[in-house]
Each structure stands twice: as C-alpha cells, then as structure tokens.
C-alpha cells in the first residue's frame, strides 16, 4: 500500500512539473522585451526601430523597449546583444555593416554573425543614392565617370566613415569605371552632406530619404541608386547597373537574438516579428522611409552574409578597406 501511494505521489509530482514546466514555456514572454539599436539615437536606424517595436510589442502582448548601444560601427550594440542572457527577451536591429561588413574589415571581432546570434527574421533593406553637387556638369553615370576621367583631381567623395556601406559602394563604382576618386571620411551622414552642399566634396552617397531632403533645397542632384530594382521613392532615377556598371548594394537589416535562447521562445518572435512586417501601417511607414519591407525568414540570414560577403571581400582587398 505504502509502494503504491509513493509511486502515486511520484507521479503527481512529476505531472506538476511537466505542468509548471510547459505553463512557464507557454507564457513566453512574461515581460518586456528589449531591442537594441546600435547606431545613435535621432536617425534612420532609430526611426526603424521604433516603428517595428511599437508594433512587435503589440503581437508579444509585452511592450519592446528600444534601447542604445552606440559605437564602433555596431559591434558595441552588437557584442552587448551575444552576452546577454539567452533567454529571448533581448534582441538586437542590426544591418550588413554589423553582420557581414564588419567581419570582412576587422581581423578581429567580440562576436561571430553565424555563431553569436539566432536569426528572427530579415525586416528589409534600403538602397543607396549617388549624390553629387550642382557644380558637377554631369546628370547620369556615364557621364559623371567621364569627367572624372578626363580630369580626377577635381573629383573628391565623402563617405559615413571608412569601412561603411556608402564607403564600400563607391569603390564598388569606381572600380567598375577604372577610375579613383579621392576618398574624405566623415563621422557620419550629416557632415559629409553638409560638406556636399557647401561645395568642400563633389560626391557622397547616402539614404534615399536623405537625399530626397537634400535634392529639395536644390544644391545637390541624384544621379541614380545603388539597388537592384529602382526605388520606389525614386522611380524615375536609375539604378547604378541600368546605367552601365555592374553595382547592386542594399543595406539590409535583420532582427537577432543571442545564439542558445529556447526553441519555444524563437518560435513566438518570429511569429511576432512575421505579423509586424505584414502589417499594412508598419509597410507604409518604413517604405516611406526609402525600405523595402519584404520579410525574410531566419534560414536567408546566413545566405545574405555569404552574398555580401562574396560581393564586399573582392573590394575591400583591392581598395584595402580595413579597421585594423
């Protein structure tokens, strides 16, 4: 009788337990949720962000916190994102530089885009704008390569820094032309604009929102974009490729978490972040924001680096693009 009431007070136990066990699996989450940003706060990144947690908090039934880590082209956001505890309730917005440029121009890195992080989903990319001043006579490729061809001295472009995307789809360009422009890195979109306008640089590249902004005020032209397919904010500008040169290069961004978090807790986020990026009000905003907004699942994260990868390695050993 003893022997059979043990037996019978084993199995209840381990009914609670498989119980309270599934119970807390099937709460997740049970709090807030932060998503780190790893650019400065008051730009595109920022706006991105904010759009996508607001709606993400919303299909958790948790609200997500947006939350800084400034720094170091990404890798401080990046590497407080792959020690945090794996426990599905920190998140990081990250772009190519964090995942793929970052590990081609640092021989060294805290963190390994493959191995450091859980993939939740693609939330979409945004092309580049070739931007060059009023003083520049040329209103395409062609024409502007040309010039820089009969007379490089007069040519200078600026960049959001060395080792940044803007850098890396110049040289891309150049290196498609057969020319050399003489590279200024700026500490970010806002000077290198500034400096556009004012005449100081012939050339930049920058989002295509920025550029829109800047073309307003009618002391810089956009003389075509860096995606694949024409933007839609832009549709009558050219991409780079139309125009005669082999350059396709889209920033694209991805929501992560560190790597190990628990199967149940990934499977919630990305059936969370996949309803936030079918979202008609989140498409409008983010495509207002020069975004392609077409959701990627988990297993196109890796094939996106190796792309990057193949198409940014080639270059940046030519140009000698590195931060070591």
């Known amino acids: 009788m003893r022997s059979s009431f043990h037996t019978l007070a084993k199995l209840l136990v381990g009914a609670a337990v498989l119980s309270m066990g599934a119970s807390a699996m099937a709460a ?4 807030p949720v932060k998503l780190i940003v790893p650019f400065p706060a008051g730009g595109l990144a920022d706006t991105v962000a904010r759009v996508i947690a607001d709606r993400l908090g919303k299909s958790l039934g948790q609200p997500v916190i947006v939350d800084y880590k400034a720094g170091a082209a990404t890798i401080i ?3 407080f ?4 505890d794996r426990d599905g309730y920190t998140l990081l917005l990250g772009s190519a530089t964090t995942f793929a440029v970052n590990p081609i121009i640092y021989s060294k890195l805290p963190y390994d885009p493959l191995k450091s992080f859980e ?3 693609i939330v979409g990319s945004n ?3 070739l931007l060059a001043n009023t003083t520049v006579p040329a209103n395409d490729v062609k024409a502007l390569v040309d010039e820089i061809k009969s007379d490089p001295a007069k ?3 600026g960049s959001h820094g060395s080792g940044s995307t803007v850098h890396f789809a110049a040289e891309m360009l150049w290196h498609a032309a057969g020319v050399k422009v003489l590279h200024i890195p700026y500490k970010g979109s806002a000077p290198a604009m500034t400096d556009l306008m004012g005449g100081q640089i012939n050339l930049t590249f920058d989002s295509v929102p920025a550029a829109m902004a800047a073309a307003k005020g009618g002391r810089i032209k956009i003389l075509a974009t860096t995606g694949r397919q024409r933007a839609s904010l832009l549709p009558d500008v050219p991409t780079i490729s139309e125009s005669g040169y082999p350059v396709a290069l889209e920033a694209w961004w991805a929501v992560v978490a560190p790597s190990g978090i628990p199967e149940q807790a990934k499977t919630v986020l990305v059936k969370a972040l996949a309803e936030t990026m079918a979202d008609n009000g989140v ?3 983010l495509v207002g924001l020069g975004f392609d907004t077409k959701y990627g699942q988990p297993d196109q994260y890796a094939s996106l680096i190796k792309q990057d990868t193949d198409n940014l390695a080639p270059i940046a ?6 931060q070591d």
């Open 28 to 31: 997740f989450p049970e709090k």
């Open 77 to 79: 956001g990046a590497d």
């Open 81 to 84: 994102t792959a020690k945090a």
């Open 119 to 121: 993939p939740i989903g």
């Open 127 to 129: 092309a580049l704008a």
């Open 155 to 157: 040519f200078s472009y």
């Open 283 to 285: 498409h409008d905003k």
């Open 317 to 322: 050993k030519a140009k000698n693009i590195r």
